[in-house]
């Protein structure tokens, strides 16, 4: 079972906004801040994994720590807005 997420921010220099690439299925962030991007990223990603990469039985029989997956962020420089 994959315990380990990646999450990175990229830069749309069209649109001058940040959005995710990553492998937790249903996130999708776009914004205009840095800040605003990790905000976000804590705010529903574990959530997200435990909805969308977990079963229920997996949910009710796996050890609380095989539960908590970890979340790989690197943040990365600021654009000059």
Not at 23 to 48: M, N, R, Y
């Amino acid at each position: 079972m994959q315990k380990s997420f990646y999450v990175r921010a990229l830069w749309d220099d069209d649109v001058k906004r940040w959005y995710s690439e990553s492998d937790i299925h249903g996130l999708a962030i776009e914004t205009d801040t840095l800040d605003e991007f990790e905000e976000v990223l804590f705010d529903v990603a574990a959530d997200l994994i435990i909805a969308n990469h977990f079963s229920k039985d997996d949910i009710a029989s796996m050890p609380l720590r095989e539960l908590m997956p970890a979340i790989v962020w690197e943040r990365p420089r600021e654009k000059a807005a």
